[in-house]
């Protein structure tokens, strides 16, 4: 006799969110990134733990370029929560239109950044407090940079390259770690800019 | 393209890494073979003849270069020179050095010392460590590899690490 | 040279001995459980018989009782290695004698403490302890990690840079104890040992008041000769000899080098052929030492060897 | 589901075959130079680890003869220290990360799939990339070990000693850049795993029918994601340290070098269980197939699986007692050390009653996994020592410590893996290795280790610490150091007939059926070896033992997958319901020359930190070239899509 089978044709060709592959694959990512700058923080921690004073010889870092491209950052999470949704209702004008304007957001706070280092009142190779502190933003900025080249390329493919559905997906994924390296900032901007001031 | 790139690297190693790495405890033939002249000035009587460039035995050696570093400090050379800024002695970041900053000038500067303070170490220090601390020596003013010279020491960072230095003029007579 | 132990199975002191009966209960347990499991084990696969077949409920209950026999000697093997730990933590005491030992690449610098300066004795890669006193041993490092470990007087501790480990040791019965670097610490880790030496109080005292002294003058012609290569020639960069202008610090001690039983921190016995193997060719004995070949010539080297014998 | 289930004309013979025939020129690897370096298959990739792996194998295993020749005897001078520094060093580098962690993934990569009826693993360009990395990371070190620039500060680099003053010339920072290597490797090679579990997984298999081995590899995949960032912290800031002056572990400028112990072991031990679960799950598989029974406790298994996991993150001081830390938190983790045998203990109790209750085969891989109980037990109790504070002040860093481990590793992982081997050859070459030679390799074995690494027991207690490359005559240690030697000879013949046995039988062993052990998991559901779309038609699961279930037969199959291209079933996680279907990506050349490229970037900033920058456009370059789809395949049905939800969108306004 024939077994019976089950019919799978009509099923959709893509999906969103934690049903889609790719989000699990984003959501393994950002649990790796994530160890990474816990594993940094943690560093920082036990670093500061053995100094006596904190920050060792130095001025805290100025608040002023930090605020601000924390600020930035946070606003960015709105053209990024648009282009989500527009991916999500594959509504390709609007998607491209929010990644636009993400991007920008993206290409501001990278240059806020320079000025960032430039306000960290220390070198990395003048101390411990100077290396973890340079390390920490530098690495952020690693997150900043591969993201905004991942959307450049997404949103480029979205206006010329063949068109697929994975790309909606990729989309919406994109946005989900665009969130990522959104909050991982909260943490990093706190240890950066505010724990010198309370130690 | 990149591929080739990797290739090249590669192929480099071997000229780069095995000099680099080698650690010669044995005392050198080349190291216990002293130039027999070794001219202190460019000034020479009738026509220049060129002096042919020399190489110092732990010139392109990690190993070499990095006893000669513990040496400058076991022997107290910082307590005239610094780490290389100079104090009582001259400094040895620069190129302008009174008697020449080749080599074979180095060797004969520390072993038969000179005039104004700089003691003669030739027969206390063994001529392998000499060599050494003429590579370190070298190393100050980054007329050594950047890949074979010393990274920062665990002590305070008075300065940068020989590695990380910027060269302050072309390299002189004294390297290839 | 007296025979030597380096062994945790042979405890010459309080603390070694509480460890090693740790190590010994632990020993049989393990061994108990070991035998029974592969007992199981075996039994396990050796049945033919399959109409006894256990049923799963039978099979749940024994599970679960292993594990619960499991779990107990485990707390058992807790309760006694933390209460071991206590044990030798509290064997501190007030009027110890108190020795500072800095680790270098690759050898030990000894430092007897004492409060008046002019007591304090230096000597290297060779302790000397009186008989059933509390020993403080403090631990520093001047290059990369070492670990302190003298294994018949107890377990090791590290030497580690910019930090003080402390270190309580007390030898009950007197003889020579052999120690060993344990944290891998370069090229020549392996010959980085030194030698710890258990005698009765007076001998001790005997031995530290001969360390203050300083060098005896050379008497004969040969051993002045060797003298003055010593101060003028290359020895002096490196090494002390006290009572003399050689006052090299980054070398071993050699005021009484004469009274060590060992050279180049126990990689050879401390005999005239030995000493002389060494200096002529330090890099043959001991590869990657910091010691250079010194290139003196041989009647140099004999009358080096002669005054380095004076040094008692 | 199973009720929608209805029979249909799709599934005459004659169909299936015609699909089949379909499926094949579909999912058919590329052929050719750039072909070979473009496939993507998780089957071929699996291969290609699990061989690579073996073959770092055999180099290690040279390196540790060598060794054993320099310590057979007292004052041997064969080698020298500094030779012999590197050849410790690139043993256990390679054992650790060249051979232990791919092997195992190695196993994972080919069997998952194969095991949850799945028809290819998630981001298989990905997969692809991560063998290149590990390649390369292999060539790399042993291209630097020819030229004298070998790691020589142990497989722990402790700083200072691996720091910028002590770690003369570039040798610490090639085992920096190895880990870089491996690392991506790894984490990479785990995202797949995660995610093909969770997402790939036959209709029906939901997570309490996952078999044992699965569920090892997902939790192994979880251990690398959680531990292998703290050693690319670890690597990454002492790369900084000796390159750029970074001051992280110099204790003049407020750094610390027990920073480095924290993050270093903080990876370095899970990596223990990270070598070890996926053995366990191993050891499961084979005691079921040869005992014909489902392994006992299920739950209890897959619990002891996660605790081992969450305790192994919580046990690393544990190489630190002697560091002088304070007491009281030194006796936590001595709890915790001591505790984390009792999961393990479970198992072994499981497996014991499997054994007991079932009707046991002594077929080869059965003898491989008896070994792995004779030997890692002995393991497992030492580490019980190591974990007691006082008597690891005397064990730690002597060849105690070194036996302890091999019993472990050797024990716990290579025995399994070398049974898996047995078990699971048949599955991937088609062929039979010889039962014989399989017994003839394992008896010698067994004892050749036990010959080689029992003595190191007491050696350590007599008092030889580890990593020295000689001792003297007077410490009596000659007599068990040559016994060890001469049981490491008898290891290595006794591999060296496994592997006549592996290469004599891939030509002349006897053609393997499906199923030639009757074992209960999926993959043994299709041929030998499998076809590169893995089943057809694609299975579905009704219980545990797909295999060994009564309805084997009229158990439904999954049709409709379009075959014209690599169209993959994504089910849900906890059920498995169809949830829709994924195009998968086709073969292609990017992932090796992305490899090449992120290569090129770790070995260039071992010489200047400028590599970091100018690397990075390749590797854009490279992840362009992967990202960017290939032109004119754009499905015509997503317009007609887009345009209808226009529409609607439009009349809804």
């Known amino acids: 006799m024939t077994p019976k089978a089950i019919d799978v044709s009509r099923l959709p060709a893509y999906a969103f969110g934690h049903r889609s592959i790719m989000w699990w694959g984003g959501a393994s990512l950002m649990l790796m990134e994530g160890a990474m700058f816990a594993m940094l923080i943690v560093s920082y921690i036990y670093l500061k733990g053995r100094s006596p004073e904190w920050p060792p010889g130095y001025f805290a870092p100025v608040l002023f370029w930090g605020t601000l491209n924390t600020v930035v950052l946070l606003a960015s999470a709105l053209p990024n929560h648009f282009a989500k949704a527009a991916a999500e209702r594959l509504d390709l004008r609007r998607l491209q239109l929010w990644m636009c304007v993400a991007l920008v957001f993206g290409v501001g706070f990278v240059v806020i950044r320079v000025f960032e280092f430039r306000s960290l009142n220390v070198w990395w190779d003048s101390n411990a407090y100077g290396s973890v502190v340079w390390t920490l933003l530098g690495f952020h900025t690693l997150h900043l940079v591969t993201d905004v080249l991942d959307s450049a390329v997404l949103t480029a493919l979205l206006f010329v390259g063949p068109l697929q559905e994975s790309h909606f997906t990729d989309a919406s994924e994109n946005a989900l770690y665009w969130y990522f390296v959104v909050i991982t900032w909260l943490p990093v901007y706190a240890f950066i800019y505010l724990a010198p001031r309370l130690a | ?172 007579t004294g390297h290839r | 040279m007296p025979a030597i132990f380096q062994s945790a199975l042979h405890p010459a002191g309080p603390q070694a001995a509480s460890i090693s009966h740790l190590w010994w209960l632990m020993f049989w347990t393990c061994s108990a459980v070991y035998v029974i499991v592969i ?120 030497l580690i840079p910019g930090r003080q480990n402390l270190l309580w040791l007390q030898a009950d019965k007197p003889g020579v104890y052999r120690g060993q670097c344990a944290e891998y610490c370069g090229v020549q880790h392996a010959n980085m040992a030194l030698t710890v030496v258990a005698e009765s109080s007076d001998d001790f005292e005997r031995w530290i008041m001969a360390q203050r002294q300083p060098a005896p003058p050379p008497s004969t012609p040969e051993q002045q000769h060797g003298l003055q290569i010593v101060e003028r020639g290359p020895c002096a960069m490196c090494h002390n000899v006290t009572g003399t202008v050689a006052g090299g610090r980054t070398a071993p001690d050699l005021t009484h080098v004469a009274t060590r039983s060992t050279i180049a921190a126990g990689t050879a016995p401390n005999t005239r052929g030995y000493l002389a193997g060494w200096i002529a060719d330090p890099q043959h004995m001991k590869p990657g030492a910091k010691m250079p070949s010194t290139g003196l010539s041989a009647e140099e080297l004999q009358a080096v060897l002669a005054y380095l014998e004076t040094l008692r | 589901m199973m009720e929608g289930a209805t029979a249909d004309p799709r599934l005459e013979p004659a169909a299936l075959a015609r699909e089949a025939r379909e499926l094949a020129r579909t999912w058919r690897e590329p052929e050719g130079f750039i072909g070979w370096f473009s496939r993507i298959d998780h089957k071929t990739i699996g291969v290609r680890f699990i061989v690579t792996a073996f073959c770092f194998f055999m180099l290690a295993g040279l390196l540790a003869a060598a060794m054993r020749l320099q310590l ?415 049981g490491a000879l008898t290891m290595f013949a006794a591999l060296t007939v496994y592997l006549v046995n592996v290469l004599v039988s891939l030509r002349r062993g006897a053609v393997a059926t499906e199923n030639p052990w009757g074992a209960s998991s999926l993959e043994w559901s299709t041929s030998s ?91 854009t370059i490279g992840l362009i070239g992967w990202a960017w789809p290939r032109k004119g395949n754009q499905p015509r049905h997503l317009e007609r899509e887009i345009a209808h939800r226009h529409r609607a969108a439009a009349e809804h306004a």
Not at chain 2, 56 to 75: T, V
Not at chain 2, 112 to 128: C, D, H, I, L
Request: glycine share 10%.
């Open chain 2, 1 to 172: 393209m990149i591929r080739g790139v990797t290739i090249v690297l590669l192929a480099a190693l071997p000229l780069a890494g095995c000099e680099r790495e080698t650690r010669r405890y044995q005392e050198l033939p080349a190291a216990s073979s002293r130039p027999s002249s070794t001219q202190v000035s460019d000034l020479v009587p009738g026509l220049p003849t060129p002096s042919p460039p020399f190489l110092s035995p732990y010139q392109e050696n990690a190993y070499g270069i990095a006893e000669g570093k513990r040496l400058y400090s076991a022997f107290n050379c910082n307590g005239c020179h610094a780490m290389g800024g100079g104090g009582i002695g001259p400094a040895l970041m620069d190129y302008k050095w009174i008697y020449g900053s080749s080599p074979d000038q180095i060797y004969s500067t520390i072993s038969q010392g000179r005039p104004n303070g700089m003691p003669a170490f030739g027969g206390r220090v063994p001529t392998q460590q000499i060599w050494q601390l003429v590579a370190y020596v070298q190393s100050l003013s980054v007329q050594v590899p950047r890949d074979a010279g010393p990274g920062r020491d665990d002590d305070m960072s008075a300065r940068k690490s020989e590695s990380r230095l910027d060269r302050m003029l072309p390299r002189t």
């Open chain 3, 39 to 158: 007992a199981a084990l075996l039994v396990a696969i050796s049945r033919r018989r399959m109409d006894t077949r256990p049923s799963d409920g039978t099979l749940r209950t024994s599970v679960v009782t292993a594990a619960g026999i499991t779990v107990v000697i485990l707390f058992g093997l807790l309760f006694a290695s933390v209460a071991t730990g206590r044990a030798v933590a509290s064997l501190g005491a007030a009027e110890a004698l108190v020795i500072d030992i800095t680790g270098h690449q690759w050898w030990w610098d000894v430092t007897y403490e004492n409060p008046t300066p002019s007591l304090q004795v230096k000597t290297a890669n060779e302790l000397h302890i009186p008989v059933g006193r509390q020993i403080r041993i403090q631990l520093k490092s001047s290059d990369v990690i070492h670990s302190f470990w003298v294994p018949n007087l107890h377990g090791k501790m590290d």
């Open chain 4, 72 to 486: 057979a005897q007292p004052r041997n001078t064969i080698l020298g220290p500094d030779l012999y520094n590197q050849i410790f060093t690139m043993h256990g580098i390679t054992m650790m990360f060249l051979f232990a962690v791919p092997v195992v993934l190695g196993f994972g990569i080919y069997f998952v799939p194969l095991m949850i009826g799945a028809r290819a693993i998630a981001f298989p360009r990905l997969l692809a990339f991560a063998y290149w990395m590990f390649l390369f990371s292999g060539i790399f070190l042993y291209v630097m070990f020819l030229l004298n620039v070998g790691p020589d500060r142990g497989w722990f680099s402790y700083v200072p000693l691996a720091g910028p003053e002590y770690g003369i010339g570039k040798r610490a920072d090639v085992w920096a850049q190895l880990v870089s290597f491996t690392e991506t490797s790894g984490l990479s090679v785990s995202v797949c795993l995660i995610v093909t579990i969770f997402k790939l997984r036959a209709p029906g298999m939901a997570l309490n029918r996952i078999p044992l081995f699965v569920w090892a590899e997902l939790v192994t995949a979880f251990m690398v994601a959680a531990s292998m960032p703290s050693v690319m912290v670890a690597s990454g800031t002492l790369m900084m340290d000796r390159l750029v002056g970074t001051q992280f572990y110099n204790q003049a400028e407020g750094g610390d070098p027990i920073l480095w112990q924290h993050l270093f072991w903080f990876f370095a031990h899970p990596e223990v269980y990270i070598i070890f679960l996926p053995a366990q799950g191993i050891v499961s598989m084979i005691i079921a197939t040869f005992t014909g029974r489902p392994v006992f406790g299920y739950l209890a298994m897959v619990l002891s699986l996660v605790a081992t996991a969450f305790i192994g993150f919580g046990v690393w001081v544990h190489h630190m007692f002697t560091t002088g830390l304070p007491q009281f938190g030194t006796s936590f983790f001595t709890a915790a050390s001591i505790m984390i045998v009792v999961p393990s203990g479970v198992q072994i109790f499981c497996w014991i009653a499997t054994l007991w209750s079932g009707r046991v085969r002594f077929a080869t891989p059965l003898l491989y996994a008896l070994g792995f109980f004779m030997v890692f037990i002995m393991g497992g109790l030492t580490g019980v020592m190591l974990a007691a504070v006082p008597l690891d002040a005397q064990v730690h860093d002597t060849f105690f410590v070194v036996a302890h481990f091999h019993y472990v590793l050797i024990g716990g992982s290579v025995f399994p893996l070398l049974g898996g081997v047995h078990y699971w050859f048949p599955k991937i070459a088609g062929r039979m290795l010889s039962e014989r030679l399989g017994k003839i390799a394992f008896w010698p074995l067994l004892i050749g280790f036990n010959m080689t690494f029992f003595p190191q027991h007491i050696l350590g207690l007599m008092g030889m610490p580890r990593r020295v490359y000689t001792y003297p005559v007077e410490m009596q240690w000659g007599a068990l150091n040559l016994l060890s030697s001469l």
């Open chain 4, 529 to 619: 070896p499998p076809p590169p779309y893995n089943f057809h038609p694609a299975p579905t699961v009704t219980g545990r033992e797909p295999l060994w279930e009564p309805d084997v037969a009229e158990r439904p199959v999954v049709i409709g997958l379009s075959a014209d291209k690599r169209d993959v079933l994504v089910t849900q996680l906890m059920d498995a319901e169809p949830d829709h279907r994924k195009e998968f990506p086709e073969p292609t050349v990017w992932p090796f020359l992305t490899a090449v490229a992120v290569g090129g970037l770790y070995i260039g900033s071992i010489f200047t930190p400028w590599a970091v920058v100018w690397g990075a456009i390749p590797t």
